[in-house]
């Protein structure tokens, strides 16, 4: 290997191997990262997205993305081992490599747990000893321990394992790799979000319990003690992060939000637009192909996981009353046959079906097609940690309407509700609350009555996107940080903190 090793711990995600690059006409790799869809669910969305999109971004680091292992013939809705591959005997770690003459990386599918069933991020803690013991013995037996300047670790198991392989490394070479960790989602937010549903009985006992959120707090505070570089998403993150129950010393954090695939997403010419708009096509619910004419209407569009804090129910109120007075208004929505936030949406959009389409989880090329054709996009969530999707949208010369979100806190879209020049804002920030959805409601008014002004604001967005939050200026903000770490520590031995494999067993204080 050419470049230092980067380690970086997905364990529950479950992530593809797909960092392959398009070929040209004679068979060679180009420098186009090819990107299967990102398998979704609960624990395969946002943060899986992330850790695939920063590892084939990287350029001053070789990478190994490791996960835990999962066969596909019994979870054949993740990636993994082919089926029929594998025997019940085999317990080896899977590879998967990609390389072209910039950097090597490689997805690590580790074994733990005595087979190869998925496990959730609520249960996977007392499996992460022996994943990162394999993980190690991979790793001594290619002889490559010394080259791993870098652990990061994402959600609180993956942040746990970092510190496990750093001190397993610094006990073999006296060398301990420099830690970065990001959370994606704080177990302290959670709790306060939940308890008051808790405590009104709509959730279970046994849910509660399962939660352990005693646990999963202590282990977060445990990691950001341990780690070196902190890495918040945004700002409410990072003051969430200072505050009790975690403590973290501010110097610890850097707020890098999440980026974009600017090669995937990206606007359309004039005329592929047209094209793509006269005969927009597209699978509905059921699986069965449609083909409709955009070309004369407004398409406002919403799409992630079809749960009820991303705010699709708050925004087909809103879109009700934009129909009622638009006939040109079409609303395009992530939806699922059976659930019951899409059972919602469509008894409160009775009346206007004609001129609704729902539309499965989708793939990023699909993603594109849909914010190309969208005058406007909408993240409508109620609370979102950050969101992707707004970037994506911008980067596709969309403008766009925010709730309230990590995006908006970092990125500070201009509020609906004061008087101001809005032809500088790079998106409307208006949240979906029901004593708020007049706001949602005036947004997009706003932008579909006034199309100079709609333009004016989608290509600000774009431009700040391009210039700002592409995954290749997200890593390499992170690597630059990690530099500045590596020059500061001079080689000096970091103390420890006890052996991670202990922690269940700990006395821990009452941190909730």
């Not at 711990?9 to 990107?35: Q, R």
């Not at 397993?168 to 970065?180: A, F």
């Not at 989608?458 to 391009?466: K, L």
């Amino acid at each position: 290997m050419s470049n230092k090793l980067k380690v970086m711990f997905s364990t529950h995600g479950l992530v593809e191997g797909d960092f392959g690059y398009a070929l040209d006409e004679n068979g060679f790799p180009t420098e186009e990262i090819v990107s299967k869809k990102v398998i979704t669910g609960q624990d395969t969305g946002g943060q899986v997205y992330y850790v695939k999109a920063l590892a084939a971004s990287s350029t001053n680091y070789d990478v190994d993305l490791v996960t835990r292992r999962v066969d596909q013939r019994i979870c054949p809705q993740f990636g993994g081992t082919e089926a029929g591959k594998v025997n019940n005997t085999n317990y080896d770690v899977e590879v998967q490599w990609h390389e072209n003459p910039v950097i090597r990386s490689r997805v690590l599918r580790i074994p733990a747990g005595g087979n190869f069933s998925f496990v959730p991020k609520e249960e996977i803690v007392p499996l992460l000893p022996e994943l990162v013991d394999n993980l190690y013995k991979f790793y001594k037996k290619e002889n490559s321990l010394g080259d791993i300047e870098v652990v990061e670790g994402h959600y609180r198991d993956g942040m746990l394992a970092a510190d496990m392989l750093c001190e397993r490394i610094e006990k073999e070479t006296g060398r301990r790799p420099i830690m970065l960790v990001t959370s994606h989602s704080l177990g302290h937010k959670k709790y306060e979000r939940n308890l008051p549903l808790y405590q009104a009985g709509a959730i279970s006992q046994e849910e509660w319990n399962w939660h352990n959120f005693e646990d999963r707090i202590a282990q977060e505070k445990y990691a950001f003690d341990k780690a070196d570089i902190i890495i918040a998403t945004s700002p409410d993150e990072q003051r969430r992060l200072v505050a009790e129950p975690y403590s973290v010393r501010e110097d610890k954090i850097t707020v890098i939000p999440p980026g974009y695939n600017s090669r995937i997403f990206t606007p359309l010419s004039l005329q592929e637009l047209n094209k793509l708009k006269y005969r927009f096509t597209y699978n509905d619910l059921n699986g069965r192909e449609q083909t409709v004419n955009l070309t004369d209407m407004q398409v406002v569009s919403s799409l992630g996981r079809v749960v009820r804090d991303k705010g699709f129910c708050e925004l087909a109120n809103s879109m009700v009353e934009i129909m009622k007075d638009n006939p040109s208004a079409v609303y395009m929505v992530s939806g699922e046959n059976g659930n019951p936030v899409t059972d919602e949406c469509k008894e409160i959009l009775s009346g206007y079906e004609n001129r609704v389409i729902f539309m499965p989880s989708l793939n990023q090329k699909q993603m594109a097609r849909v914010y190309n054709v969208s005058s406007t996009f909408v993240m409508s969530s109620l609370n979102e940690a950050f969101g992707m999707v707004p970037i994506e949208a911008m980067g596709c010369k969309t403008s766009v309407v925010v709730g309230r979100s990590g995006f908006n806190d970092f990125a500070h879209c201009a509020d609906i509700r004061e008087d101001q020049d809005f032809s500088k804002s790079i998106g409307l920030y208006a949240p979906s609350q029901e004593t708020d959805r007049w706001r949602q409601v005036k947004a997009l008014r706003l932008l579909l009555d006034n199309d100079p002004l709609r333009k004016q604001i989608a290509e600000n967005g774009y431009d700040y996107v391009r210039n700002n939050l592409t995954w290749e200026k997200i890593s390499e903000q992170k690597d630059q940080i990690v530099q500045e770490v590596l020059k500061k520590r001079n080689h000096r031995e970091v103390k420890g903190f006890g052996n991670i494999k202990n922690i269940m067993l700990l006395n821990r204080e009452k941190v909730i």
